[in-house]
């Protein structure tokens, strides 16, 4: 079993910035790849950024630029660094690992609204 807790979500201005971190515990060993996604209100959850044991990353087009993700291994902890937010950025974040499985936090609210 693969556990995550998110943290650092809340209400922000438009061009503003908030780091998400998402810690790992349980079979760290069988997690190939982390990621975050996204749910706004009547919308599917999508991803947002994914980043690999081995650091290679790609991001979703609408946060290329804007959005960075980066993984402590040592730590078991991934990040999610969000510049030049937008209202359209609104939504529930949750982390997500890929191992034999998929195991997903229990999400953190972000809001971006003046």
């Known amino acids: 079993q693969v556990q995550l807790v998110e943290s650092g979500g809340g209400l922000v201005q438009p061009g503003g910035s908030l780091r998400l971190s998402c810690v790992a515990s349980g079979l760290i060993s069988s997690i190939y790849a982390m990621g975050w996604y996204r749910q706004a209100p009547g919308k599917q959850r999508e991803l947002v950024a994914r980043i690999t044991n081995g650091g290679v990353a790609n991001n979703a087009d609408s946060v290329k630029g804007r959005f960075t993700i980066s993984r402590d291994n040592a730590k078991n902890i991934v990040y999610l660094e969000m510049a030049d937010l937008k209202p359209e950025d609104t939504a529930v974040y949750y982390c997500?690992?890929?191992?034999?499985?998929?195991?997903w936090g229990q999400g953190t609210q972000v809001t971006v609204s003046a």
């Open positions: 997500n690992a890929e191992h034999w499985g998929v195991s």
